[in-house]
């Protein structure tokens, strides 16, 4: 059963942030929510055991969105029918020595799923047009050819940046990766809440750290960045949606239909057959495997 319209999601045009819904109403109880994604979840999985027989194309899933906006859950919800040896997630924190030692997209590249896998990169190279443009002092830590104060960190920096990403992605999809890029856009009154339960509940403490009050600070300039970043780089080899989060239960719902839906246009993969001699020999083989009882 497709839940959702994916084009109502989909970004194919102008993107305005503040006319976007943070919360879809799918007309499903939560316990209806949770069955659809039950089964949503074990098609995927299926779905994703044959694209590993096939093993011509991978799947990369990139996940963007404030803090709060539910991104480890999702991952942990929507994959979990996935054979282990098949998905693999990478979560992108704040950039090594190591990593600062090569160009900001060299430790996605290494990360990049293999042929017959899903990836998921939680955060993504898009921080490198979101939390830079709003810090862009980080960017002066990349010791890049020109750049050598602020000043020379302009708008022509950032385009160029966004062709160099569009380009990347550009380059997977016509190497086999399908690329879906998800950003959960919540509301900042939701976040509120979010970030109040991490206060109250115990076990939820360790999430916390005062730095989410000082991005918060920072709202609008999330936004902003946001929406010109997905208008600069949703293509149609790399699409971006935007996904109402404010309800966990229904963004998991809309992103694993989205993905599920696209997936079966996709005639091609399909399990390889048996070689001919195989084939042939089956009988004999189960033959010789009863005898053995």
Known sequence: METVNIK?????????LVKRNTLENLGLTDTQLKKVLSKLREDLGDFQDTMYAHGKYAVLICLQGMDTAGKDSLIREVFKEFNV???VVH?????????????YLWRHYIALPSKGKFGIFNRTHYENVLVTKVHPQYILGENIPGIESLDD?????WEKRYEQINNFEKHLSENGTLIFKFFLHLSKEEQRRRLLRRLELQQKNWKFSPSDMTER??????QKCYEEAINKTSKPWAPWFVIPADSKKGARVIVADILLQTLN????IAEP????????NIELYKSQLEKEE
């Open 8 to 16: 109502s999601f989909r970004i194919d045009g102008k993107l305005e």
């Open 85 to 87: 040896r098949g998905v």
């Open 91 to 103: 979560s992108f924190k704040v950039p090594t020595p190591l990593e600062k030692s090569h160009d």
């Open 153 to 157: 960190i302009d708008k022509e920096f």
């Open 217 to 222: 600070e920072l709202w609008k300039d999330y």
């Open 265 to 268: 246009k996709l005639k091609d």
């Open 273 to 280: 057959e048996l070689d001919d001699k195989i084939k042939a």
